[in-house]
């Protein structure tokens, strides 16, 4: 196994890109293929070579841990989850239903997914690739069959009769050799509880003590984790929570991150965060937080939001994680539309921070698996957003896309308002530059931009459109004066290298 220190080799390089598979989803599809039963370790080399081809940092195997077989029945019998199933996989069968990966009985590989020595070679054929293996966390909750249910009841919230009477779905009851308890089955404070986890009591030090060896555990084995509902363990929220259920436990004096993030210093940590909390998780110590204001100002927002959550600082920007789809969002193709995705996809692919694509993304699929299945249906690739994803992912790899400096510019009238629609920024490396200008707008834009850097006046420039194959020459008198001239079609965007000839 190779030594602690290595891990740095993935963490050297700014703006990782990072590929999440659907594990249990994946090996069903490729022993499809293959005509036998495929787990992780059987995974044929050429998988793992084409995502070395693409330019990825960092794979997510999604889901490998044992699951709950109790999570597992409640998902094979929850009536309401049918039609889910039917419109994502028609036809599907019970067995189909492999339960939640965050419903887990124990911190082990499940045994569709294969065994600690496959995890490990993955991990070695991953290396060999110059590729770091995350894989997950789940802090707040365990399955409600996990051995410590009978061992150690203590590590989780409980309620009594009374509680149980009160609200009988936040409960479930847990019988032990010699007494019944009331588990709080997991839940985020804004929805109701999930019927297949066991809420984790976060101000039993006893419990964090646990948490921590699980994740010393799992660190031997990967290069990173994704830590799910990250902001579920914060004592604030936690305590906003639980409060009525762990009434003599006081709030701990330290939050429960910082020990496990410096217990695992070379370790790289990504965090699923809503609620503003992004910046507080990072200042705690992740690496990494989830940028949903960004999907959600992309899909549903104005030009204008996403530029303004672009303005904040650079640290806070080089510590998001930009997707457009991941296994609990709709599937980009779908939530943005063809149309719109030469514009979202330029601009996911070339900020700063981690970039952060999801299996099936770049074929354009548009059925969103729930989580709870454990097969996906089969879909024909859409070749003009293969295409798109490609070309994004071969230029984003360049050097430049991975260097500290990036700006992003201002865009001014050209003869009438649509310059409104445009988002500008430049990447910097010595003399390599690369700007992008993307129209967000539905209808065709123009502007001019101002590239934020000293020009020679007696110097002609180039600029080539790496993304549609076209070159503009301009002269630097010009550019400095009334700054670059762009006009683009509704949707479309610009990520030009700029040269001086």
Not at 114 to 140: C, H, M, Q, Y
């Amino acid at each position: 196994m190779p030594a602690q220190n290595d891990r740095n080799a993935f963490t050297a390089r700014m703006h990782p890109h990072l590929y999440e598979i659907n594990t249990w989803a994946w090996l069903e599809e490729l022993s499809a293929k293959a005509g036998k039963r495929v787990t992780v370790g059987a995974v044929p080399d050429e998988e793992w070579d084409k995502l070395r081809e693409l330019g990825f940092d960092f794979v997510w195997l999604m889901g490998i841990w044992k699951r709950s077989p109790s999570g597992r029945h409640i998902f094979r019998t929850d009536i309401n989850s049918f039609a889910l199933y039917d419109a994502a996989l028609p036809g599907w069968t019970v067995r189909d239903v492999a339960g939640s990966p965050y419903s887990i009985q124990d911190y082990v590989p499940d045994p569709r997914i294969g065994t600690w020595s496959e995890i490990d070679a993955v991990r070695s054929k991953l290396r060999d690739r110059n590729i770091g293996l995350i894989l997950d966390f789940v802090p707040n909750h365990t399955g409600p069959d996990h051995p410590w249910i009978q061992s150690h009841p203590e590590y989780y919230v409980q309620g009594t009769l009374a509680d149980f009477r009160r609200n009988p779905e936040a409960f479930f009851l847990a019988e032990l050799e010699r007494s019944a308890l009331f588990i709080a089955r997991g839940k985020d404070p804004y929805f109701p509880p999930w019927p297949d986890a066991a809420q984790l009591n976060y101000f039993n030090p006893s419990t964090r003590a646990a948490m921590l060896d699980v994740l010393k555990t799992i660190s031997t084995h990967c290069d990173g984790v994704r830590c799910d509902m990250a902001m579920l363990c914060l004592n604030e929220v936690f305590a906003k929570t639980w409060s009525p259920l762990i009434g003599g436990l006081k709030t701990p004096a330290e939050e429960f991150w910082p020990a496990a993030i410096s217990a695992l210093p070379d370790f790289v940590w990504l965090a699923e965060v809503y609620w503003d909390l992004e910046w507080r998780l990072q200042q705690l110590g992740f690496n990494f937080t989830y940028d949903k204001r960004l999907y959600d100002r992309l899909r549903d927002g104005s030009p204008r939001d996403v530029r303004l959550h672009l303005k904040s600082d650079l640290s806070y920007q080089n510590k998001m994680a930009r997707f457009l789809e991941n296994h609990d969002e709709v599937r980009a193709a779908s939530a943005f539309g063809r149309e719109r995705l030469p514009a979202i996809a330029t601009i996911a692919a070339t900020l700063p921070g981690m970039r952060f694509y999801h299996q099936g993304q770049l074929q354009g699929r548009k059925l969103h698996l729930p989580i709870q299945l454990g097969r996906a249906p089969s879909e024909p690739d859409d070749p003009d957003i293969s295409k798109l994803y490609a070309k994004l992912l071969q230029i984003s790899s360049q050097d430049v896309f991975h260097q500290q400096d990036w700006k992003l510019l201002e865009a001014s009238a050209n003869g009438d308002a649509s310059y409104r629609n445009l988002v500008a920024y430049r990447w910097q490396s010595g003399q390599d530059v690369r700007l992008v200008v993307v129209n967000l707008g539905d209808t065709a834009s123009q502007g001019r931009i101002y590239l934020g850097a000293p020009l020679d006046v007696s110097r002609r420039y180039l600029f080539s459109d790496l993304l549609n194959d076209k070159q503009y020459e301009r002269e630097g008198k010009d550019l400095t004066e009334s700054g670059l001239f762009v006009r683009l079609d509704g949707y479309r965007a610009h990520v030009f290298e700029v040269t001086i000839l």
